[in-house]
């Protein structure tokens, strides 16, 4: 059995954003700008956000946030968007999830320009990686998986996966760029969710497992085949008393039971968790090539 | 076995279109509009854009083609687009595919206004079929299958359908629209494609088979269990000496011999082919309705 690193192929993914970053900057004299928006006070999200952009900082982008709060409205966010896309130092725009529930995201993600949309969500971006037109952005944590597939060589081709959950931010596009044409892609995809009957066996038969549904350890060592590869990419957490925090942290797989039966298995943590923000910045990178019209 | 007939679904999606065109008139005073692009002389093409137009004007909307020679261009293309995007009588526009091959269709497409879209074919209708934002439209043949499955009062919900097939026309849009929330739809679904393996097996464990390959006569009766329900979308000329035109159509199934193990099979032709077109119309409909604020 072999573990997929999450932290390995987000900096060999990252070593790469920081030199593109470098050559636009040098050859082109543009330093590439992500900013992010976030509404209210959740504290996952202000991490999440944190984090996002410290890192485009550390890539050498130019990196900023915008917070608004709680209690703000769609105007002042569709405002603040219009700016944004106005603004030709700011090739990406991300609109942290979830908004206060006065917001109407999908309308608020509609009005980002989609040459900035850089976490893929605009329906003309997400219409274009349905059709497979590859210019522009793909969906970062599913791209990210890609990108695990892809560094460890995982021949894809053919394979039978199994695609647990049908979300608009995991499911579908993990469907879509597993089935379509290309390397480390070709596979023959099943999307299974709530409804499916015979789930079960429908995994067992899998040669590949992307479990995204967000329940605690769910995919069982019966359900997966010997040899099969198995990525968690859920974050759940559950009580642990032997903790100080009082819970810990597991993926949509058993782990422990399950590991010993696949040929490769992401942990959770550290699997596919720091792969979204590699992925998320490698799509700023391509914001401002696609905008500056420049090819790296 | 039952024969699930494209004549019968058709006629009765036809039915509404002509009431709801009837409605619009009176009560709105708009009169729904499709015209039709066709570049060159494709002796098919012009058989088709002549039903749409026809059937159109027959259900009482206006209706018009533009025919452009086989040497158009890409600008005189965009330029008659633009017209019909502006103009208000024209709800609804369809580009004939494919054009002669000096013409970029992906641009063509994208050039069209999304709410006149009537073909489901743009980026942003795309990702908002994918999404599963359902104001807008929804691709004409796979939807088509949808209203069959609807109208024969097909369980779908948790069964196992594959579909063989990864175009961008018929077997990615029916992966998304089969898999997605809702009545008739709710499946488990597997896409199969050239790079497939076990694709006999991944067929034989299937309730339900959509077929869209185009490959005459691909799906065998080892193919199929007992008691499935077989959509063929195939429409494929194969040599017949017996007939005075020297060919016949036949689907992507070999029909006489899987017929008799289904619980609901379509024939070619008469099956799905005359679905597209009606649901063509009901997109027009839709077109008018989005662009007038009218709710039916």
């Known amino acids: 059995m072999q573990l997929i690193e999450?932290?390995?192929?987000?900096?060999?993914v990252l070593d790469q954003v920081k030199k593109d970053v470098e050559i636009i900057k040098e050859k082109h004299g543009i330093t590439p700008g992500l900013e992010v928006v976030i509404a209210g006070d959740d504290p996952a999200s202000q991490v999440y956000v944190r984090n996002k952009v410290l890192k485009a900082t550390e890539m050498g982008m130019h990196s900023a946030k915008h917070e608004l709060s709680n209690e703000t409205t769609q105007e002042e966010i569709l405002g603040l968007v219009d700016k944004l896309n106005n603004?030709?130092?700011?090739?990406?725009?991300l609109v942290q999830s979830p908004p206060p529930p006065q917001i109407d995201e999908r309308s608020v993600i509609d009005s980002i320009n989609p040459q900035k949309d850089v976490d893929c969500f605009h329906p003309y971006n997400v219409g274009k990686l349905l059709i497979g037109d590859e210019d522009g952005f793909l969906p970062c944590t599913p791209n990210g998986v890609m990108a695990?597939?892809?560094?460890?060589?995982?021949e894809t081709s053919g394979?039978?996966?199994?695609?647990?959950?049908?979300?608009n931010i995991v499911g579908k596009p993990m469907m879509?760029?597993?089935?379509?044409?290309?390397?480390?892609?070709?596979?023959?995809v099943t999307m299974c969710h709530s409804r499916t009957q015979n789930?079960?066996?429908?995994?067992?038969s899998a040669d590949i497992i992307v479990a995204a549904i967000g329940v605690p350890q769910f995919v069982k060592e019966n359900m997966v085949k010997e040899g099969a590869v198995v990525i968690d990419v859920g974050i759940n957490r559950i009580e642990d008393a032997s903790k100080k925090s009082g819970f810990r942290l597991v993926g949509d797989v058993d782990f422990d039971n399950v590991a010993e039966k696949c040929s490769y298995i992401t942990p959770v943590p550290g699997?596919?968790?720091?792969?979204?923000?590699?992925?998320?910045?490698?799509n700023a990178v391509t914001a401002?090539?696609?905008?500056h019209g420049i090819t790296l």
């Open 271 to 282: 699997g596919v968790g720091p792969m979204t923000i590699a992925m998320l910045l490698k």
């Open 176 to 188: 879509v760029l597993m089935s379509r044409k290309g390397k480390y892609a070709n596979s023959t």
């Open 288 to 291: 401002c090539c696609l905008q």
């Open 6 to 12: 999450g932290k390995v192929v987000s900096a060999s």
């Open 87 to 93: 603004d030709p130092k700011v090739h990406g725009i």
């Open 199 to 204: 789930l079960e066996e429908m995994c067992a």
């Open 148 to 154: 695990m597939l892809e560094h460890y060589d995982i």
């Open 159 to 167: 394979k039978h996966a199994v695609v647990l959950g049908r979300s």
